[in-house]
């Protein structure tokens, strides 16, 4: 890749960092969670990144990690999402950030990763124009804060997975009339916070780069009937466009905004969205990626709860697509289907529809790793996963595309969102279970070794 690149590895707060309330931390939503979907899952140790933070910024100089993409934990800067500052988790900031600069790690910091505070949620959560305030003065404390050491900032982590999953991943509580209309105008007011944190961001830290980072899976037609293929442009009109245009355009996607007005799903502006909406624009778009989706015309026996790519999350919608299997894909150890090769054309695709750099901030394969005598994690499968995927993003970049950073999911093992800490990401294992926390030891598995390898090789592989 081109000199500087930002080859990194990234985590979330709320899935790494543990000490749920140490230190004057505020409760989050997924702090008040008390149901996930596979059982117990425990947010509240994690990794407990939050204690050994400066062993593990060690292990990601050892390596060899130019960049390091983390989320700030709202509920520690500000306690109950909109009032006084919390000096103690502002400070566990700036030593994560010193310490990573101090190892010549660029710090690459997302602003909120699925963890509203509860307290926003109480009051109506996204569903309130308060929370778009509170987040703006939220973006202006960390801009003042850390500015003068943070050059890479990401605004909103999969702003499209919370609208799309949202009861799933508890954006709107269950038993809501209309989570589905409820869900679109908070997704409108998440982007007129995004919108005016961008405009802040220039405005303060004129050198700073600011983005989002939603969630782009590269969508097929299930065959070349002219039907799945329009299916299939509305599913990514709907999915990833509606996001990036709005992100990059200020203007909402003309595909995905009919389809709003087809089922009265449409926001209602206030006074000034248009404005703050057009005003901002990102200095490049970050995105996540793992998998592909596979999409057909709906059916006609209005049964269109089909396929999921990932995310263990059915696709489809009656009336206006319908997810299937793709035949010419694997799936993984959790039925991901796992595609290399669109990730090659997500690049392009975003690249064309933008002219902005992109920086890919997850990619990453979930498995069950073994820890063996030894102390030694054989996980070639991810090795390979790894491999296939950059050698189609270095196809991306001879193609034309500008990328400037690949920060895999994930730098050491976290809780998984949907599926506990038996789901592993990490290039470092940690040694926990469910119930069993043992010392929580990190351990290098044979991915890091090899990852290793890439970074000094500048991605040779
Ligand atoms: C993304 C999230 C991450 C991470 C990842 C893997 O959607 O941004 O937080 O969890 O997916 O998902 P999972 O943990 O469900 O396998």
Redesign the pocket.
Known sequence: MRPGFLWGA?T?AY?VEGAWDADGKGLSVQDARTEFPEGTTDFRVASDHYHRYAEDVALFAELGLKAYRFSIAWTRIVPDGDGEPNPAGIDFYHRLIDELLAHGIEPIVTMY??DLPQALQEKGGWGSRATVDAFVRYAGLLFREYGSKVRYWLTI??QN?MILHGTALGLVPAGSANPQRELYQHNHHMLVAQARAMALCHELLPTARIGPAP?IACVYPASSAPEDVVAAADFAAIRNWLYLDVAVHGRYNPTAWAYLAEHGLTPQFAEGDQAALAAARPDFIAF?Y?ASHTVAAPSDDGDDIGHTG???IAVGESGVYRGTKNPHLKTNA?G?EVDPVGFRTTFREIYDRYRLPLMVT?N?L?AFDALEDGDVVHDQYRIEYFSDHIREMQHAAADGVDIIGYCP??AVD??????GVS?R?GFVYVDRDEFDLRELRRIRKDSFHWYQQVIARNGVL
């Open positions: 990234s979330s899935q990763h699925f982590n999969e997975m969630n996540n793992y990932d995310q263990q959790f991901w997850e990453g979930g999911w994930s976290l809780v998984s969102t949907h599926q789901k990401y």
